[in-house]
């Protein structure tokens, strides 16, 4: 009897507990919460970024060229598409040195970093250190440097030797990326596959690539982030009709900043959220094997 007593009690403790606990949620939900400082820093951080770019997309609507809004108009936007072919040129000389170079440097970082991660070499540490420089120097030191070597060797100024300097300052982050996705791997894969009789190809290609894949996608849109928006290397190693978008857009503001850029940027902004919704999927699906 005193057995069921107590076990009664303690479930009616349970359930007044229970019933307090709903009180209080109630309660609190009653009250508007106030924000905290951290959330109160936050919210006036993301006004910070954010609002440039709302002025920017609002005004690329404005019929006028300056400031003041005189009322909207999309004639900024027909004057994008029908009326701004050198422009569209440098946008899509951005994107090819963008893609190639990414690419190249994808591919270089990757089999980089799984070479100086699986091997044991007596330059291993030279290796790696030398590999992080791009990311450390001064980009103005990067692009005199490059620019003197191109004059030394006799090669012409032109895409190539921007999409030869593009990649020489993204395989640092491809190559840290990829580092990081193998410090995390569990070697026993690799014995097990040679076990099964994996050669070293089919080791690399069937399961270390794979697994590195989440590493590898990261770098490779990293890259293409950098390279699009590079300024400074760019202005030293572009030659006469190899001009991309940063440097086009840099001698059209000393005349004044053209509603036309305002337009291109709003279109790169949605297709860059349109690029980013697509990937996100993706990148999930590729994260989680």
Not at 36 to 55: G, H, K, M, W
Request: charged share 10%; aromatic share 14%.
């Amino acid at each position: 009897m005193n057995s069921k007593n107590g076990i009664l009690a303690v479930i009616t403790s349970f359930k007044l507990g229970q019933s307090q606990g709903e009180a209080s949620r109630h309660a609190k939900r009653a009250f508007p919460r106030h924000f905290s400082f951290s959330e109160t820093i936050f919210i006036v951080t993301i006004v910070f970024l954010f609002l440039p770019l709302l002025v920017l997309i609002l005004y690329s609507f404005n019929t006028s060229k300056g400031m003041k809004w005189t009322g909207f108009s999309l004639v900024w936007y027909e004057q994008l598409f029908l009326h701004s072919r050198d422009l569209w040129r440098a946008f899509w000389n951005s994107i090819f040195i963008a893609v190639s170079s990414a690419a190249t440097a994808t591919v270089l970082g990757t089999l980089g970093a799984i070479g100086v991660n699986w091997y044991r070499f007596k330059l291993r540490n030279y290796v790696q250190a030398v590999s992080f420089l791009p990311m450390v120097l001064p980009e103005i030191i990067i692009g005199v440097s490059l620019s003197i070597f191109f004059a030394g060797v006799g090669m012409k100024l032109g895409l190539l030797t921007i999409f030869i300097a593009h990649t020489t300052f993204n395989l640092p982050f491809v190559f840290l990326m990829v580092m990081a996705r193998l410090d995390e791997f569990d070697f026993s894969i690799i014995e097990a596959a040679h076990d099964l009789g994996a050669g070293e190809g089919q080791t690399l290609w069937k399961v270390t690539i794979p697994i590195c894949m989440p590493g590898i996608v990261s770098g490779f849109l990293t890259a293409i982030t950098i390279s699009l928006e590079d300024f400074v290397i760019t202005y030293f190693v572009a030659g006469p009709g190899s001009s991309t978008l940063p440097l086009y857009i840099y001698s059209a503001i000393r005349f004044g900043v053209s509603p036309v850029i305002n337009a291109l940027s709003v279109v790169m902004i949605l297709g860059t959220v349109l690029l980013t919704y697509l990937l996100r999927n993706f990148l999930k699906y590729i994260a989680a094997k």
